[in-house]
């Protein structure tokens, strides 16, 4: 018999909470669990300024008394606080609405080796990643005379463990990990200054992605480049959303592609299915299969086998993400995009949001109008909404007239709306930006946008 005090494994702590969710009369339940590890440290003039080594765990139950969901978790894995858990989800479901859902049936999963971790990786010390930091500090620093200073350089390491297992008998588990470094700087002219960024992150401490002397070289790059920037006279452009921040622009506009968004009428994208939403050039994939992306997986977070999805193809929307409660409403399958960690409530979510490379180079779409504004950095988010679709917010990058660039641009308002702007584009560029991130999106020309100065 495990003693009271002692602290279960996950897998000791989902059949505890499955025989206490069974004795309370719970016909169905399942179960996440995680755990995850990190550690990292952050530097100021040559010297630590902090370090962080975390541990967390945790599991949460979800029950049902007859269609009525209950949700409960506990950060430890003793049978006291489990017990607690499996009381308070059933004291919840007592509570909540009745929900249609059926469990997934354990299934065959792809054999796949998605390249999530890297067990070398869990061998970097904070040691290391001093000395890498202090290195990329340091060639910052020196990297222009207008630097005036290096506010922000860390670096971290982490890994992650997740597992689901319901009722019906299945049981997924998977491990991940990476290791991340960025680098932020300052450039002063006059009473100007401007912060240049550039961070490194993915699978492997390999020294042909984690090079300092790049890092800090495009960090500079980026803070001198926007020093004598000014506002553009206010007007409608051809605006072309660098890959910096295209990533940026699309992922604030993910739900409108969600079941779930579309039944309860967040979503303008209800009754459009088959329906031409964007300009031919555009098509949008959910794709949890692409070896060592942040957002691949084998199982989605209810623990639907994981598929990759057509949302968008060629300017025609093809399907809604579904998880198990919103396929259920919609009387169709869901397609393994439900989202759901231990603390939470069931979502949905993209796998990796992947917009698929254009054919043009960059220097093809700003040639393609006599003016053109390329936006490089952005500044908030506040004034958009995914509901409406309206983008309100600031910016900052560069005019190019006939192809050449010709002034570097701040203090202006970009002011559209998403679905127009899906209609509106002119082109992709067969370029990523070379972030590691689950959201994958070329430089994107749109045909008009109003700017204001």
Same mark, same amino acid.
């Given at each position: 018999?495990?003693?009271?005090? @002692?602290?279960?494994?996950?897998?000791?702590?989902?059949?505890?909470?499955?025989?206490?969710?069974?004795? @309370?009369?719970?016909?169905?339940?399942?179960? +996440?669990?995680?755990?995850? *590890?990190?550690?990292?440290?952050?530097?100021?003039?040559?010297?630590? !300024?902090?370090?962080?080594?975390?541990?967390?765990?945790?599991?949460?139950?979800?029950?049902? =008394?007859?269609?009525?969901?209950?949700?409960?978790?506990?950060?430890?894995?003793?049978?006291?606080?489990?017990?607690?858990?499996?009381?308070?989800?059933?004291?919840?479901?007592?509570?909540?609405?009745?929900?249609?859902?059926?469990?997934? *049936?354990?299934?065959?999963?792809?054999?796949?080796?998605?390249?999530?971790?890297?067990?070398?990786?869990? /061998?970097?010390?904070?040691?290391?990643?001093?000395?890498?930091?202090?290195?990329?500090?340091?060639?910052?620093?020196?990297?222009?005379?207008?630097?005036?200073?290096?506010?922000?350089?860390?670096?971290?390491?982490?890994?992650?463990?997740?597992?689901?297992?319901?009722?019906?008998?299945?049981?997924? *588990?998977?491990?991940?990990?990476?290791?991340?470094?960025?680098?932020?700087?300052?450039? @002063?002219?006059?009473?100007?200054?401007?912060?240049?960024?550039?961070?490194?992150? #993915?699978?492997?401490?390999?020294?042909?992605?984690?090079?300092?002397?790049?890092?800090?070289?495009?960090?500079?790059?980026?803070?001198?480049?926007?020093?004598?920037?000014?506002?553009?006279?206010? #007007?409608?452009?051809?605006?072309?959303?660098?890959?910096?921040?295209?990533?940026?622009?699309?992922?604030?506009?993910? /739900?409108?592609?969600?079941?779930?968004?579309?039944?309860?009428?967040? /979503?303008?994208?209800?009754?459009?299915?088959?329906?031409?939403?964007?300009?031919?050039?555009?098509?949008? %994939?959910?794709?949890?299969?692409?070896?060592?992306?942040?957002?691949?997986?084998?199982?989605?977070?209810?623990?639907?086998?994981?598929?990759?999805?057509?949302?968008?193809?060629?300017?025609?929307? =093809?399907?809604?993400?579904?998880?198990?409660?919103?396929?259920? !409403?919609?009387?169709?399958?869901?397609?393994?995009?439900?989202?759901?960690?231990?603390?939470?409530?069931? #979502?949905?979510?993209?796998?990796?949001?992947?917009?698929?490379?254009?054919? *043009?180079?960059?220097?093809?779409?700003?040639?393609?109008?006599?003016?053109?504004?390329?936006? +490089?950095?952005?500044?908030?988010?506040?004034?958009?909404?995914?509901?409406?679709?309206?983008?309100?917010?600031?910016? =900052?990058?560069?005019?190019?007239?006939?192809?050449?660039?010709?002034?570097?641009?701040?203090? %202006?308002?970009?002011?559209?709306?998403?679905?127009?702007?899906?209609?509106?584009?002119?082109?992709?560029?067969?370029?990523?930006?070379?972030?590691?991130?689950?959201?994958?999106?070329?430089?994107?020309?749109?045909?008009?946008?109003?700017?204001?100065?």
């Amino acid at each position: 018999m495990i003693r009271a005090t @002692k602290t279960l494994t996950p897998i000791q702590a989902v059949e505890f909470l499955f025989d206490a969710a069974r004795k @309370k009369g719970a016909d169905r339940f399942d179960a +996440v669990a995680g755990e995850s *590890e990190s550690l990292g440290l952050e530097l100021f003039e040559g010297k630590v !300024k902090s370090t962080e080594i975390s541990n967390s765990r945790g599991i949460g139950i979800r029950l049902f =008394q007859g269609h009525r969901p209950g949700f409960a978790f506990t950060e430890r894995l003793t049978p006291e606080a489990l017990a607690r858990t499996v009381d308070d989800a059933w004291s919840h479901a007592a509570l909540t609405d009745e929900v249609e859902i059926d469990l997934p *049936e354990p299934a065959p999963l792809p054999d796949l080796d998605l390249q999530s971790f890297n067990p070398a990786l869990e /061998s970097v010390t904070l040691e290391e990643l001093k000395a890498f930091g202090l290195k990329l500090e340091a060639l910052a620093s020196k990297g222009d005379a207008r630097i005036d200073n290096v506010p922000y350089l860390g670096a971290s390491r982490g890994s992650g463990f997740s597992l689901i297992a319901n009722s019906n008998g299945l049981l997924y *588990e998977s491990r991940s990990n990476s290791i991340s470094a960025g680098v932020g700087v300052v450039a @002063k002219e006059g009473d100007v200054k401007k912060m240049g960024v550039y961070s490194r992150a #993915g699978r492997a401490f390999d020294p042909a992605v984690f090079d300092p002397a790049f890092m800090a070289r495009t960090a500079v790059e980026r803070a001198v480049e926007l020093l004598d920037a000014a506002p553009v006279t206010s #007007g409608a452009y051809p605006v072309v959303f660098s890959n910096r921040v295209s990533a940026q622009v699309f992922s604030m506009f993910g /739900s409108p592609f969600f079941a779930e968004a579309v039944q309860k009428g967040q /979503s303008r994208l209800k009754d459009k299915i088959g329906e031409k939403i964007a300009a031919a050039a555009f098509s949008l %994939v959910s794709d949890p299969f692409l070896l060592g992306f942040p957002g691949s997986h084998l199982f989605d977070g209810e623990g639907v086998p994981a598929r990759r999805l057509d949302v968008v193809k060629d300017g025609v929307l =093809q399907t809604f993400l579904y998880n198990l409660e919103s396929a259920k !409403k919609a009387g169709v399958a869901p397609t393994g995009t439900g989202s759901r960690g231990y603390s939470g409530k069931a #979502g949905t979510g993209f796998a990796n949001y992947i917009v698929p490379l254009g054919t *043009e180079s960059f220097g093809q779409l700003v040639a393609k109008h006599p003016k053109t504004l390329v936006i +490089v950095k952005l500044e908030g988010g506040s004034g958009c909404s995914a509901i409406s679709g309206e983008i309100s917010i600031g910016a =900052q990058g560069f005019l190019y007239e006939n192809g050449v660039r010709t002034q570097s641009v701040d203090r %202006v308002t970009l002011s559209t709306n998403f679905f127009d702007l899906l209609l509106g584009i002119q082109g992709l560029s067969n370029q990523y930006n070379d972030v590691f991130s689950s959201v994958k999106v070329p430089d994107v020309l749109v045909e008009s946008v109003h700017v204001s100065g």
